[in-house]
């Protein structure tokens, strides 16, 4: 590697071009970033010409596939600022000619725009990569850019153009010479013995933030092979670029959350190197771009053809289940290869589906679901198809999926509307069952929102007919399931009164409002009869996909979620919760049951605790003992329903395993 401090003019004269390779990404500077160049220019020339302004590096290679003269050179880094430092010579350069400097036009022309006695791409010094190549052709060549509007190229010639007729005292030869002798440049050009991807990744000049997949990018094609650069580029990268825009790094990192490998979003092309190293750049490439369309489809489930997997597919997408498509995307890939068929993947695509919508009604956290489902994949791949549909029920149902119990507990009394997704998913879930009633003439509800049956600002007549406990009620259940439905006409009904709402309810072609219709009111005891009939609904669209029965067979390494004890759930956190729980319902369901357990585990729970090794007071101000293991817990709360007369189904533990 040879470095060394220079100036455009040194690096343009001569038979010299200078190639940005295909698979770079095109011109990104726009005018923040020119108007910084032309207030430097400007600045060196009012202020002190004998002072050279610093602009950044340019690293690039000698590229040896030309042997007829000129020297070739690929730009490895510094496209940017090269690209636009030509195009503001090629703006000099017609100024000059128009305002009649033929003499200085012509030498910017031949001594640094052409190589004069070459003709085809050779003619030119400095060629950008993709469309960019022949819009710089075209400004080279003056010809008309009419077709081009929105290119970046001709933006920054126009730009500079008036930039520089608009400084009138400005002489266009003291121009020329600031822009290639006076602004400094790093020269880096690597030796064919240079790393030129590690060189690459170690740069930190100026000008547009390289996005973490177009390191990527660079950092694949710079380990294939020159003369296969640009065929894989357009075979492979290309449109898997132009089919995911923005999406492209985000693919790469559920790419790599899909193998198990913990990835931050700032980290993508770092872990993306430690995966590539133990694999054969294009092969990698080929992979890649393949599962970049089962990707699109995930994004867009209108490219998938089959229309029962679009559906569920539309389903997932619609509820914002992103964490998902790590495991989602190598699933694709399987049914892609034959694996699964059709049915079969549907069938995963509703157990997803199930398992986040029933985590979300119960208020799951979701900050786990990243590593779940960035471990599910390994957890079944090496299954045949229906056995490991089976060990992802297994998987899942250990991972915080909540049991029907919890489910309607939790569509009482918790929020279905509020701050970030809940207002979506919530519209989502009353979609779903307003659908689920199957009407031959399905209402149209693209344009509908969640309403309010009680308002969320209490008027006064809806104080007087909720009654005495109008604020309790308002506050427990505005934004429960069953004071929720859907509505085109959201504002035009707002705080209206109850008898007002029903007219329009019992007119309506939704079914969930035709319903509320049949209420002479609207209480709590009707609210909570309306959530009654959506459950059951809601629990026949989502179903347990789980085992029904009490069964654990392992408790090392897992950690309680929830407590189940006569059918009320509790959210616990830990063992001593489950204990103490656990002992609490035996008291308040029956003293003389609990006398019988103080008597018979004076180790486990007593009045004073004093033969304790560590003893807690629980609520009723007696103590348990809470030097004991997971097993030790399980046990003992296995034992108390079991010897005191309640039966298996009482008590139900949920674990949550690591």
């Not at 032309?38 to 610093?54: A, G, P, R, V, Y």
């Not at 970049?292 to 997932?316: H, T």
């Not at 279905?416 to 997704?421: I, V």
């Amino acid at each position: 590697m040879k470095a060394s401090e220079t100036h455009l003019q040194e690096i343009l004269e001569g038979t010299k071009q200078y190639l940005i390779p295909m698979f770079q990404r095109t011109y990104s500077w726009t005018e923040k970033q020119w108007k910084q160049l032309w207030e430097d220019i400007k600045d060196l020339i009012e202020d002190n010409q004998s002072l050279s302004h610093f602009i950044g590096s340019i690293v690039s290679i000698p590229n040896n596939t030309n042997t007829h003269g000129v020297q070739q050179f690929l730009v490895i880094d510094g496209q940017q600022r090269l690209t636009t430092l030509l195009t503001l010579l090629v703006a000099t350069r017609d100024i000059a000619e128009k305002l009649g400097e033929k003499n200085l036009a012509d030498e910017i022309h031949h001594m640094l725009l052409v190589n004069s006695f070459k003709s085809g791409e050779e003619k030119y010094k400095f060629l950008p990569t993709q469309v960019d190549k022949e819009n710089m052709k075209k400004l080279i060549n003056k010809e008309p850019s009419l077709d081009n509007e929105d290119s970046l190229i001709f933006k920054s010639y126009e730009f500079f153009s008036e930039k520089i007729q608009e400084e009138e005292s400005l002489s266009l030869s003291t121009l020329k010479s600031t822009i290639t002798v006076k602004l400094s440049i790093v020269s880096i050009v690597l030796s064919t013995d240079d790393n030129p991807y590690l060189v690459f990744e170690s740069l930190n000049a100026k000008g547009q933030p390289l996005t973490q997949s177009d390191l990527i990018r660079n950092y694949l094609f710079m380990r294939i092979p020159a003369d296969h650069q640009e065929d894989d580029y357009l075979r492979y990268w290309l449109p898997m670029q132009e089919e995911l825009g923005t999406y492209l790094t985000e693919f790469i990192r559920h790419f790599l959350l899909g193998e198990n490998i913990n990835v931050k979003k700032n980290d993508v092309y770092i872990k993306f190197k430690t995966k590539v190293d133990r694999k054969d750049a294009k092969d990698f490439l080929k992979v890649l771009a393949s599962y970049a369309g089962y990707y699109a489809k995930l994004l867009n489930p209108a490219l998938e053809d089959n229309k029962d997997i679009c559906k569920l597919l539309k389903r997932i997408n619609e509820f914002e289940a992103k964490t998902a498509y790590p495991f989602l995307l190598y699933v694709y890939g399987d049914y892609k290869k034959g694996k699964y068929n059709k049915k079969q993947f549907c069938i995963i695509l509703e157990i997803v589906e199930n398992y986040l919508v029933r985590r979300f009604v119960c208020n799951i956290d979701s900050k786990s679901l990243n590593k779940i489902f960035a471990s599910a994949y390994h957890q079944i791949c090496t299954y045949e198809a229906e056995d490991s549909i089976s060990e992802l029920i297994n998987y899942l149902q250990n991972r915080g999926y909540p049991k029907n119990p919890e489910i309607i507990n939790s569509l009482h009394q918790n929020q279905l509307y509020g701050k970030g997704d809940r207002r979506k998913k919530g519209s989502f879930i009353l979609k779903l069952i307003e659908k689920s009633y199957r009407h031959k003439e399905q209402a149209d509800l693209s344009k509908t929102t969640i309403e309010h049956i009680m308002p969320q600002t209490l008027t006064e007549k809806w104080e007087e007919d909720l009654g005495e406990n109008a604020e309790y009620i308002h506050s427990t259940y505005l934004h429960t399931l069953g004071n929720l439905t859907l509505s085109a006409y959201n504002s035009e009904l707002s705080n209206e009164s109850f008898l007002i709402k029903r007219k329009y309810y019992k007119q309506s072609n939704i079914h969930l409002n035709k319903y509320i219709s049949s209420f002479d009111n609207w209480n709590e005891e009707n609210i909570n009869k309306r959530s009654e009939k959506l459950i059951e609904k809601f629990i026949k669209i989502w179903p347990y996909f789980g085992k029904i029965e009490n069964e654990v067979t392992k408790i090392t390494g897992s950690s309680p979620r929830l407590l189940t004890i006569l059918k009320k759930p509790y959210n616990v956190n830990t063992w001593r919760d489950v204990m103490e729980k656990t002992i609490i319902s035996i008291y308040e369901d029956n003293l003389e049951k609990y006398q019988q357990v103080l008597s018979e585990n004076p180790g486990f729970v007593s009045i004073d605790g004093r033969r304790m090794r560590e003893p807690k007071q629980i609520i009723n101000q007696h103590y348990i003992e809470t030097n004991l293991n997971s097993k030790s817990i399980y046990n003992f709360c296995i034992k108390l329903f079991e010897n005191h007369g309640y039966n298996k189904e009482d008590w139900q533990i949920e674990l949550i395993f690591k």
